[in-house]
Every structure is written in structure tokens, then in C-alpha cells.
């Protein structure tokens, strides 16, 4: 069966004056995925999710929603089973969490029911009674999801929801994020700058650079990408270098290290009693990986911040 | 309608309808001190003399008190940065529309306070006879439409821009526009001279009697222009501050 994607933009463009912010972006995110949406400060994550929900009109391309392309006219009724939680949350701080909820409750039109079970969702119930001026950052954020879970709606956009959140509320927010697909049928879209935290989210992932998107695909896909060398380490360099072109095996140097492709056990093997019987000491032989990271600033630019 | 009635409890603990009634007892105390002992002559022409004072009261006053109340409505949403969220689920223009109605209908209660409290008065004063239904209802209506065009005025204002302080000052100087104005004409085709064109009752100033006469006011065709510019404004005020509020990107 052919994949259904929730989200589609075709050509998406933002221009503001003479910046392009978003470049013509052809963005896919499938159903029931967790699509990490992932580039450097600055790059245009939170326009081209604005121009999603429709708070940002895009000076170019079309974006199309749950099959439907999304228009002035259709806009309020695709969005109707969306949530979202932009840049920071929305709240009242002179209401308590849950009255905050009830405003939003009332205005999606779902049950009021539902105020406690995303407030404890979040693990905020205890705190529902508080006014969310009291609230600490941490906590504003959680009511932020939990906001945006109400109606437990089809996709859920978040974009940068770990702000402000302690390493355990971080674990807390990726783990319920993770959940959301399987428990509760909810396609999530998720916004960072940091690929530790798309990686450890994320199935699918977009990553935008100076709002262009230059990478996407399944995360999994992005992990082969990495590229596999074998480092070798002897007491001889000039001899070990000789022997290997001997070989016809092409070699970089890296400090102490010689680098060669990734090849079979077997033939590791075999070099390296080759290199024992030529009376050279074999200190290191190391599989090393280019990790998600030079992947990432490969595709994003080394100025970019991860 | 579940927009408007989710206005009204927005505000709940904002103590928006304190603030009026705390603004209006500035109205009430001047009654207290201003109206009492009254003499004969007084007491004969108070209930014009009241529709007098007060369309001069509101007219200095009222440029400042829509721009506070404007104010409390549109702060909790910059505050709270709660437009992200609010136009997800109601178009802009609903949004703003529930909140004109929310101020239209605050501005409405306070000005039937304002005439209850006033026509106590006079009657606890022994002003002569009975205030004048006809008049007293169509001073109401045009005071609710030359406030309510200055409200939608600071409305646009204070929904557009997140730091208060441009349409609160821009109330302060509306006050000042209409007092300058009182000095110089008995109607104005400025937003801020709505007070001032609306007063259905004039005075005269007697200088060797030293006693003030009311009476209802017969419009000319110039003062009937200001009237029908009240409404104007009203409908440039609205329609432009929606237009404003829902061009802008979030």
C-alpha cells in the first residue's frame, strides 16, 4: 500500500524583502511517523511550520494537508485535527492550567474529559489549580503539549518543544513524543536544532539549510550514510604504507593512523599476519564511523551550530 | 458566540470591570461633590444640566478609559503569545470580532451605570420632574457610538501593537484633543469630538445673572454632519483594525 503523507508542500517559498527564508521546499511527512524537522538556528524551521498552520502566508507553492490542499477557505477545517505548540507556548497567566485548557477545549470542540487526561498525560494534574504565571518554564511548556494534544488530533506540529525543559523533563517530552504514533495514532512533526535529540526521537527526518531542504528520507537511511573506514596503527608507517599499496589498497594518513576502506574479516585478517610476518608491530585496528554529526554539518555547513 | 463568551472568561481575574467602575467613580465623586446643594434654578434645569456635564466629562475622560479597557483586553493575548495557538483553531477575524463585542458590550453596562447612578442622584437631589425618556435614551445611544468608535480606535491599536504603552498614549492624547476641543467648538468631526457633537443639550452663560441656561439642542447641518461622522469613524475604525489584524502574520 502506498504511503499516505499527512503533510505535503510543493515549491513552499517565504520571502521577506529580499531574504528567502524558506527556499522552494518539497516537504513529505508520512502518517503515523515521528518526522524530525532538523537544521541550525536561523534556518527557517519555525517559518515553514507557521506557513503549515497558516499563521505565515507563503509568498510561493502550496502546501497540502491530510490529502486536501490547504486555501483560505478550507484552512480552519483541515486544522481542526491538528495541535501545535510554536517556538513557545500560549497560555493565560492570570488563569490556572486547567482553565487555560478549558479555553482551548471549547474552542476545538472536544470533551472536557480530556482536560485531565492530557493533564496528567503531561503530569500536570496536580497542578492544575495553579495560575500558570506560577508555573516554572518547564512546566509552561508541558501545558503548551498539553494543549496541543487536546482532541488527541491526527499531527501533532512541535516545534522545539524541549526548550526550556531539565535534562529529565527532555527524556520525558522525547519519550511521550515517541509514544504518541503507537499509542494514540498521532503523527508527530518535531522541530530541533540538535540532531542528538532528532535521532533519538525521529523515524523520518527532513534537515533544512538556509531554508532549503538538502536531506530527506527515513533516519535510518541517514545512518547509512556513514561512512565505514578500518585505522590501522603500527610502529612502522613507511613500511605498512609501502605493503598496503603493495596490496593495491588505497590509504589515507590521519595522524598515527592509516585509514582504508571497509573490507571483509577475513581479509583484515590476512593483512594483518602479512604485516606481522614483515617483522611490524600491529598496535591499533579500529572500524571507525563518520558519525550523524559530520553527516549533518556536512550537509547543513561546519558554520552552522548543531 | 462560544468566541464572545470565552472573551468574558479570558478576563476573568483581570478586573476589567473594576477598572471601569473604578474610572467611572471619578464621574461619581464629582457628582457627589460638584451637584450637591443645588439651588432653585438648579434644581429646575438639572436633568439637562446632567446630560450637559456628563457628555463634557466623557468627552475628556473617555478617550483614556477605552484606551485602558482596550488595553486589559488585548494584553492577556500578547502576554501569554496566544495568537499562535488561537488562529490554529478561529480565524483571525472571529478573534477580533469577539473582542469588539466583548469591549461594546462592557462599554454598555458601564454607560447604563453611569445613568443609573446619575438619575439617583438627581432624584435624591429633588431635580424637577422626570429626566426626559426620549432624550436620556438618545443621548445613551449616541454616547455608546461616538465611545464605541474611540474604543475600536485603541482596539486596532492595542491588538496590533504588543507594547501598550503607543495605544495607551495614544488615549492620553485623544483626551487632550477633546478637551482643546471643548474651547474651540460645540462639535468636531474628529473621533475625539464625538462626545462633544452628541450632546444633545447646550448652555448659555448668563454673565450678569451669573446663571447657566440648558437646552436641547437643535442640530445644524454641519452639527448633524459631525453626528453622522461618529458612525463613520465607528465603521473605519472597525473595519480597518480588522483588516490590520488579519493581514499581519503571527
Same mark, same amino acid.
Given at each position: 500500500?502506498?504511503?499516505t503523507n499527512l503533510i505535503e508542500t510543493q515549491?513552499l517559498?517565504k520571502? %521577506?524583502?529580499?531574504?528567502?527564508?524558506?527556499?522552494?521546499?518539497?516537504m513529505?511527512v508520512?502518517e503515523?511517523?515521528?518526522?524530525?524537522?532538523?537544521?541550525?538556528?536561523?534556518?527557517?524551521?519555525s517559518t515553514t511550520l507557521k506557513m503549515i498552520l497558516g499563521l505565515a502566508k507563503p509568498t510561493?507553492g502550496s502546501i497540502t494537508l491530510f490529502g486536501t490542499k490547504m486555501n483560505k477557505k478550507n484552512r480552519m477545517k483541515l486544522l481542526a485535527d491538528t495541535g501545535s505548540l510554536i517556538e513557545?507556548p500560549s497560555y493565560y497567566?492570570?488563569?490556572?492550567?486547567?482553565?487555560n485548557l478549558h479555553i482551548l477545549q471549547t474552542l476545538k470542540g472536544c470533551s472536557a474529559?480530556e482536560i485531565?487526561?492530557v493533564?496528567?498525560?503531561?503530569?500536570? %494534574?496536580?497542578?492544575?489549580?495553579?495560575?500558570?504565571?506560577? %508555573?516554572?518554564?518547564?512546566?509552561?511548556?508541558?501545558?503548551g503539549l498539553a494543549a496541543a494534544l487536546l482532541g488527541f488530533p491526527r499531527l501533532l506540529i512541535l516545534d522545539?518543544? &524541549?526548550?526550556?525543559?531539565?535534562?529529565?523533563?527532555?527524556?520525558? /517530552?522525547?519519550?511521550?513524543?515517541?509514544?504518541?504514533?503507537?499509542?494514540y495514532g498521532i503523527t508527530v512533526v518535531?522541530?530541533?536544532? #540538535?540532531?542528538?535529540?532528532?535521532?533519538?526521537?525521529?523515524?523520518?527526518?527532513?534537515?533544512?539549510?538556509?531554508?532549503?531542504?538538502?536531506?530527506?528520507?527515513?533516519?535510518?537511511?541517514?545512518? *547509512?550514510?556513514?561512512?565505514?573506514?578500518?585505522?590501522?596503527?603500527?610502529?612502522?608507517?613507511?613500511? &605498512?604504507?609501502?605493503?598496503?599499496?603493495?596490496?593495491?589498497?588505497?590509504?589515507?594518513?590521519? !595522524? @598515527?593512523?592509516?585509514?582504508?576502506?571497509?573490507?571483509?574479516?577475513?581479509?583484515?585478517?590476512?593483512?594483518?599476519?602479512?604485516? =606481522?610476518?614483515?617483522? =611490524?608491530?600491529?598496535?591499533?585496528?579500529?572500524?571507525?564511523?563518520?558519525?550523524?554529526?559530520?553527516? $549533518?554539518?556536512?550537509?547543513?555547513?561546519?558554520?552552522?551550530?548543531? | 458566540m462560544k468566541t464572545l463568551q470565552l472573551e468574558f472568561y479570558k478576563?476573568?481575574?483581570?478586573?476589567? +470591570?473594576?477598572?471601569?467602575?473604578? /474610572?467611572?467613580?471619578?464621574? +461619581?465623586?464629582?457628582?457627589?461633590?460638584?451637584?450637591?446643594?443645588?439651588?432653585?434654578?438648579?434644581?429646575?434645569?438639572?436633568?439637562?444640566?446632567?446630560?450637559?456635564?456628563? *457628555?463634557?466629562?466623557?468627552?475628556? /475622560?473617555?478617550?483614556?478609559?477605552?484606551?485602558?479597557?482596550? *488595553?486589559?483586553?488585548a @494584553?492577556i493575548e500578547h502576554?501569554g503569545n496566544t495568537y499562535k495557538q488561537l488562529e490554529t483553531l478561529r480565524s483571525a477575524g472571529s478573534l477580533y470580532h469577539a473582542k469588539a463585542i466583548c469591549?461594546?458590550?462592557? =462599554?454598555?453596562?458601564?454607560?447604563?451605570?453611569?445613568?443609573?447612578?446619575?438619575?439617583?442622584?438627581?432624584?435624591?437631589?429633588?431635580?424637577?420632574?422626570?429626566?426626559?425618556?426620549? %432624550?436620556?435614551?438618545?443621548?445613551?445611544?449616541?454616547?455608546?457610538?461616538?465611545?464605541?468608535?474611540?474604543?475600536?480606535?485603541?482596539l486596532?491599536?492595542?491588538m496590533f $501593537?504588543?507594547?501598550?504603552?503607543?495605544?495607551?498614549?495614544?488615549?492620553?492624547?485623544? !483626551? /487632550?484633543?477633546?478637551?482643546?476641543?471643548?474651547?474651540?467648538?460645540?462639535?468636531?468631526? #474628529?473621533?475625539?469630538?464625538?462626545?462633544?457633537?452628541?450632546?444633545?443639550?447646550?448652555?448659555?452663560?448668563?454673565?450678569?445673572?451669573?446663571?447657566?441656561?440648558?437646552?436641547?439642542? &437643535? +442640530?445644524?447641518?454641519?452639527?448633524?454632519?459631525?453626528?453622522?461622522?461618529? +458612525?463613520?469613524?465607528?465603521?473605519?475604525?472597525y473595519v480597518?483594525g480588522r483588516i490590520l489584524f488579519t493581514r499581519r502574520e503571527v
Amino acid at each position: 500500500m502506498a504511503e499516505t503523507n499527512l503533510i505535503e508542500t510543493q515549491n513552499l517559498t517565504k520571502q %521577506y524583502g529580499k531574504v528567502r527564508c524558506v527556499n522552494t521546499l518539497h516537504m513529505k511527512v508520512p502518517e503515523g511517523a515521528v518526522y524530525g524537522f532538523l537544521g541550525p538556528n536561523g534556518a527557517g524551521k519555525s517559518t515553514t511550520l507557521k506557513m503549515i498552520l497558516g499563521l505565515a502566508k507563503p509568498t510561493e507553492g502550496s502546501i497540502t494537508l491530510f490529502g486536501t490542499k490547504m486555501n483560505k477557505k478550507n484552512r480552519m477545517k483541515l486544522l481542526a485535527d491538528t495541535g501545535s505548540l510554536i517556538e513557545s507556548p500560549s497560555y493565560y497567566g492570570h488563569l490556572t492550567g486547567e482553565e487555560n485548557l478549558h479555553i482551548l477545549q471549547t474552542l476545538k470542540g472536544c470533551s472536557a474529559k480530556e482536560i485531565d487526561e492530557v493533564l496528567k498525560i503531561v503530569r500536570l %494534574y496536580d497542578a492544575r489549580q495553579r495560575k500558570v504565571a506560577h %508555573y516554572s518554564l518547564g512546566m509552561k511548556q508541558r501545558l503548551g503539549l498539553a494543549a496541543a494534544l487536546l482532541g488527541f488530533p491526527r499531527l501533532l506540529i512541535l516545534d522545539e518543544p &524541549t526548550n526550556g525543559l531539565d535534562p529529565a523533563g527532555i527524556q520525558e /517530552m522525547r519519550e511521550l513524543i515517541c509514544s504518541l504514533p503507537s499509542s494514540y495514532g498521532i503523527t508527530v512533526v518535531v522541530s530541533s536544532h #540538535l540532531l542528538s535529540e532528532i535521532d533519538q526521537m525521529a523515524d523520518h527526518v527532513g534537515i533544512i539549510r538556509k531554508g532549503e531542504l538538502v536531506y530527506q528520507n527515513t533516519l535510518a537511511s541517514l545512518h *547509512s550514510h556513514a561512512k565505514q573506514q578500518i585505522a590501522l596503527r603500527t610502529d612502522n608507517p613507511a613500511t &605498512t604504507l609501502l605493503l598496503l599499496r603493495q596490496d593495491g589498497i588505497e590509504a589515507e594518513k590521519e !595522524s @598515527d593512523y592509516f585509514l582504508i576502506p571497509i573490507m571483509d574479516d577475513d581479509y583484515i585478517a590476512c593483512l594483518c599476519r602479512r604485516l =606481522i610476518e614483515h617483522g =611490524i608491530s600491529l598496535y591499533r585496528v579500529e572500524k571507525r564511523e563518520k558519525s550523524l554529526e559530520d553527516i $549533518f554539518l556536512s550537509l547543513t555547513g561546519k558554520e552552522s551550530s548543531l | 458566540m462560544k468566541t464572545l463568551q470565552l472573551e468574558f472568561y479570558k478576563i476573568k481575574r483581570r478586573k476589567v +470591570f473594576l477598572t471601569m467602575f473604578a /474610572m467611572l467613580s471619578v464621574q +461619581f465623586l464629582w457628582g457627589l461633590w460638584e451637584l450637591r446643594n443645588p439651588k432653585d434654578w438648579e434644581l429646575e434645569s438639572g436633568w439637562r444640566a446632567l446630560l450637559y456635564s456628563l *457628555s463634557l466629562l466623557d468627552g475628556i /475622560m473617555m478617550p483614556s478609559v477605552m484606551s485602558v479597557l482596550a *488595553s486589559r483586553l488585548a @494584553d492577556i493575548e500578547h502576554k501569554g503569545n496566544t495568537y499562535k495557538q488561537l488562529e490554529t483553531l478561529r480565524s483571525a477575524g472571529s478573534l477580533y470580532h469577539a473582542k469588539a463585542i466583548c469591549g461594546c458590550i462592557i =462599554i454598555a453596562l458601564m454607560f447604563a451605570a453611569q445613568f443609573a447612578f446619575f438619575i439617583l442622584l438627581g432624584y435624591q437631589l429633588g431635580y424637577v420632574g422626570h429626566p426626559d425618556i426620549k %432624550y436620556y435614551l438618545l443621548s445613551y445611544a449616541l454616547k455608546l457610538a461616538s465611545n464605541i468608535s474611540l474604543f475600536f480606535l485603541q482596539l486596532a491599536l492595542s491588538m496590533f $501593537f504588543a507594547n501598550q504603552m503607543i495605544p495607551l498614549v495614544a488615549g492620553l492624547g485623544g !483626551s /487632550m484633543v477633546a478637551l482643546l476641543l471643548m474651547f474651540v467648538t460645540t462639535y468636531s468631526f #474628529l473621533p475625539w469630538g464625538g462626545s462633544l457633537s452628541a450632546s444633545l443639550v447646550m448652555s448659555e452663560w448668563n454673565l450678569d445673572t451669573r446663571i447657566s441656561t440648558y437646552y436641547y439642542r &437643535t +442640530f445644524s447641518p454641519p452639527e448633524l454632519a459631525a453626528v453622522i461622522c461618529i +458612525f463613520i469613524w465607528l465603521i473605519v475604525f472597525y473595519v480597518t483594525g480588522r483588516i490590520l489584524f488579519t493581514r499581519r502574520e503571527v
